[in-house]
Antibody, heavy 113, light 107 residues
Framework: EVQLLESGGGLVQPGGSLRLSCAAS????????MSWVRQAPGKGLEWVSA????????YYADSVKGRFTISRDNSKNTLYLQMSSLRAEDTALYFC??????WGQGTLVTVSS | DIQMTQSPSSLSASLGDRVTITCRAS??????LAWFQQKPGKAPKSLIY???SLQSGVPSKFSGSGSGTDFTLTISSLQPEDFATYYC?????????FGQGTKLEIK
């Protein structure tokens, strides 16, 4: 059974940093591109970033480019999202996803002073 | 970037009804289109991939169609558990983009 478990969310001040993790199981992690998708309170889904299975290709939404870095450790079956220069508008529930089939339950990031 | 436009934004329907949600892409995406269902406080659930292929375990009351720029999700015989928000997403090219969502409510 495919499982994705996010962690690392929390409250952070504007301008701060946070690293999210997503532990994957139930499939050959290195064979799949992985994504982060977020959802601000009461809003729709926003694709944030993706990374190829090998980690060699990265993709970002314009809203996070230059501030967020996606990475993975295939030996640990774990996906990461390093977030820096955080803004209030980054406040959201962040989902790890193996699109288009599987989603984690999300981890909440709140950016507030 | 490819823009995805869903219609309607909200929809009221009765138990037993059949409803259709439309998703239009700003440029051709072949059949690289997925549909998701989301209930409040929950992660999205994948329903359809490749425009018309049903995810494993998803009941056949859900069906998708379309190719190129115009797509539809049809839900037949609405039951209480079907009332949720539905999203389309294109995965033809990055950035992968979502529609704004369609909230399906009980009439």
């Amino acid at each position: 059974e495919v499982q994705l478990l996010e962690s690392g969310g929390g409250l952070v001040q504007p301008g701060g940093s946070l690293r999210l993790s997503c532990a994957a199981s139930g499939f050959t992690f290195s064979n799949y591109a992985m994504s982060w998708v977020r959802q601000a309170p009461g809003k729709g889904l926003e694709w944030v970033s993706a990374l190829s299975g090998s980690g060699g290709n990265t993709y970002y939404a314009d809203s996070v480019k230059g501030r967020f870095t996606i990475s993975r450790d295939n030996s640990k079956n774990t996906l990461y999202l390093q977030m820096s220069s955080l803004r209030a508008e980054d406040t959201a529930l962040y989902f790890c996803a193996r699109l288009v089939g599987y989603w984690g339950q999300g981890t909440l990031v709140t950016v507030s002073s | 970037d490819i823009q995805m436009t869903q219609s309607p934004s909200s929809l009221s329907a009765s138990l037993g009804d059949r409803v259709t949600i439309t998703c239009r892409a700003s440029q051709g995406i072949s059949n690289y289109l997925a549909w998701f269902q989301q209930k409040p406080g929950k992660a999205p659930k994948s329903l359809i991939y490749a425009a018309s292929s049903l995810q494993s375990g998803v009941p056949s009351k859900f069906s998708g169609s379309g190719s190129g720029t115009d797509f539809t999700l049809t839900i037949s015989s609405l039951q209480p558990e079907d009332f949720a928000t539905y999203y389309c997403q294109q995965y033809n090219s990055y950035p992968y983009t979502f529609g704004q969502g369609t909230k399906l409510e009980i009439k």
